[in-house]
């Protein structure tokens, strides 16, 4: 079984109007080298579940989001994503805005094929108001608790970025932290990977690699490497976020072309030559916070 | 020493009290002024707080702003994003955030200002506070005391619940402390009322009434308590020994 896909492989297989999970959190393991081929494709009307960070700011700088499913959009270091805000402030995009917490209870739903998880969190807030289409349920025991009833987030593609892969798709994330990339997995029919390395089998370090393998491969459709690809998020422990060019990408807000022309319409390779080179990035500190 | 205590070592001092009662629970603060204030409430008053690096690993001893050499620090457990929605669900975790604006129910807004719908200006989103405020305790920390912050009738975008949430079984939040740049307050005054607990040097009563957009209640005008010297030596040598605090009113 061989699952290697090149970038562009991967997006003749996505289509108009598919919601998109995006694996990562704000401006970290971001499958950043995915997110900049769906912007050079004709892709439009995309749904986007994501802990946002630059993939949503150049996905919604490139017009490419119909509707935005978030609990927030920050590049860390740099509190506000500049696309994302100016999008917003435009009108641009629809939002169904979520707590964090939200999120993830919505993929975990669509992850065990349920309809919906009950939660208290909402209550209280304008997160209700705003999203009519949640609705109350009742627990039908003895306490009788009125919940939110978290409508599952089904996706049909989640994107993510991983340390390591082999050509099966048995991937490991060696970041001490693994977000929440194994719910987007799971709550996706089609789940594609970019991956700093890819190994044959017998590279993947047997027990002790095993245990950074976060979710089974029958769950991985696609496998594209993509040394740098979370670029310029970090990718711990391989890099740390750029932030120098994430400074770059946040002005880049004011005037697109130039960023574009310089970053966007290339491949990945010569992308990764025009940010400073492999070398450069796999060297770039990890951040302390 | 005392000569020359600033602004911000005081609102460090008077938040590290918010976590004095809160034995073993997880303490965030998040922003320059919540974390080193979490870092001496360790230090001084509760030593048995579990804190994080900032990132992934729960850490024995508080880390000091700006670069370290992490090798230094003393690890004793792990606390991934994932840990830590199990724990604050759980209830166990003492928060102290920055909202954008706050309002007279105690309802929180980092999300957006004006229309939901059309904002004119986009901030974070709503983030973890519905989750966090119907969970665990939280406290404030508001560096600049207006009534663009402190705003007259409701937030733009309610993002932690407030008192009047009228949901039966999570009816209302726990806001414990309310520290600004002007004095300390909690939301314990009649029918959970702001009220006023001590002001900072400098400041009157009526400088926090003008730069507040609703009525408090007046329980305390004492001076806020000053830090000892045993606090500013940990503030200024331990936990903030370059100066980052300064920067949150030029100092």
Known sequence: ?289 | MADSISLSEICITAASKAWKDDGELLATGIGLIPRIAAGLAKLTCNPDLMMTDGETFLISKPLPMGKRDASEDLIEGYMSYSRVFENLWGGQRHAMVTPTQIDSFGQTNISCIGDHSNPKVQLLGVRGFPGNFISHRNSIFIPNHSIKTFVEGEVDMVSGMGYNNQHALASKPDIFSVVTNLGVFDFNGPDHQLQLLSIHPGVSIEDIIENTGFNIAIKSDEETTLPSDEELTLIREVLDPMGTRKIIFGE
């Not at chain 1, 704000?26 to 439009?44: H, V």
């Not at chain 1, 349920?114 to 627990?139: A, M």
């Open chain 1, 1 to 289: 079984m061989n699952k290697i896909l090149s970038h562009s492989d991967v997006i003749s297989q996505l289509s108009d109007g598919m919601t998109i999970g995006v694996g990562g959190w704000g401006a970290r393991r971001k499958p950043m080298s995915l997110i900049r081929a769906i912007c050079q494709s004709d892709l439009k009307d995309l749904t986007i579940v994501s802990y946002g960070g630059p993939d949503v700011g150049l996905l919604c700088a490139h017009r490419k989001v119909k509707k935005l499913i978030f609990g927030f959009v920050s590049l860390d270091m740099i509190p506000l994503d500049s696309h994302f805000r100016q999008a917003r402030q435009n009108g641009e995009l629809e939002v169904m805005e979520l707590d964090e917490g939200m999120v993830q209870w919505g993929l975990r739903a669509a992850a065990m094929k349920l309809s919906f998880l009950p939660t208290r969190v909402g209550f209280g807030t304008d997160v209700l108001k705003n999203n009519p289409e949640i609705k109350l349920i009742t627990s039908p025991y003895a306490d009788g608790e009125q919940y939110v009833a978290m409508p599952a987030l089904n996706l049909d593609v989640a994107l993510l970025h991983v340390n390591k892969s082999d050509q099966k798709g048995n991937t490991q994330i060696f970041g001490p932290d693994p977000f929440f990339d194994e719910m987007f997995a799971r709550a996706a029919n089609k789940t594609y990977v970019s991956a700093e390395e890819v190994v044959e089998t017998e590279g993947l370090g047997g027990k002790e690699g095993a245990i950074f393998n976060r979710f089974e491969r029958s769950l991985v459709t696609g496998v594209t490497h993509a040394p740098g690809g979370a670029h310029p998020t970090s990718c711990a422990p391989n890099y740390g976020f750029d932030m120098e060019h994430l400074k770059t990408y946040s002005a880049a807000a004011k005037s697109f072309e130039d960023y574009n022309d310089k970053y966007l319409n290339i491949s990945h390779t010569d992308y990764i030559e025009a940010v400073g080179g492999e070398t450069f990035v796999n060297n770039i500190p990890l951040p302390q916070f």
